[in-house]
């Protein structure tokens, strides 16, 4: 008698068989596919700047809400096979040294005017949760010192943290840039996660 092998969490899970039925490369699409649903922030014509974007599903899905007027950037350490529309280029670059780079020098490397900035970038995770929680702070951090330097006014930013004891901060750090920000948790997050996104929305006006 031969025993079934266990079905992995690919499988089992309903947003995994989506978006491979789908052709998306991770169920991560359908978080972004929430959140646009909610609050509306990509339109068609925008630039838009995806962190961390491997393995490619924010960014294919961005492509398609921009349309072949707008443009999609993408930046990853990993290299990234997904294919993608001609109005998305990939780089191969560490965010988290780019969010160190003064404006005009980010600027040369990924361009500027972007609508959106969008980041759901996770650390390798210990399973330590003050550990992990404080790793992806850093992540964040970087991440909204890049949307400062290259959103346009009125641009928006989405970033996933995990929950810990620096959310509250970076929560207001966002404040300080944007006119308005919301938390969310997309349903397609699986229910043992401790990732919540923060949505900036509304960039001000740098003062001179």
């Known amino acids: 008698m031969t025993r079934k092998k266990p079905k992995n969490k690919y499988q089992t899970d ?38 961390g974007c491997a393995p490619g599903s924010w960014a294919k899905f961005a492509a398609e809400l921009v349309g072949a007027e707008g443009h999609v950037v993408g930046i990853d350490l990993k290299e990234v096979k997904q294919r993608f529309a001609a109005n998305t280029r990939i780089i191969i670059g560490d965010v988290t040294e780019l969010g160190q780079r003064d404006k005009e020098n980010l600027a040369e490397t990924i361009g500027t005017g972007y609508n959106a900035v ?7 995770t210990t399973g330590r949760k003050e550990v992990d929680a404080a790793r992806s702070y850093y992540l ?8 400062q330097k290259v959103l346009a006014p009125n641009g928006c930013f989405v970033s996933k943290i995990f929950q810990g004891d620096d959310f509250e901060e970076f929560k207001a750090e966002v404040g300080k840039i944007f ?21 900036g929305i509304g960039k001000k006006q740098e003062e001179n």
């Open 14 to 51: 309903h947003y995994a068989r989506k978006a491979k039925k789908e052709n998306f490369p991770a169920r991560s699409v359908y978080k972004l596919k929430e959140i646009q649903q909610k609050f509306k922030l990509i339109k068609k014509g925008d630039r838009l700047l995806d962190l």
């Open 118 to 124: 969008l980041s759901d970038m996770a650390p390798a």
């Open 140 to 147: 964040c951090m970087a991440a909204l010192a890049i949307a």
């Open 179 to 199: 006119d308005k920000h919301k938390i969310f948790k997309p349903q397609s997050c699986r229910k043992e996660s401790k990732e919540i996104y923060i949505i």
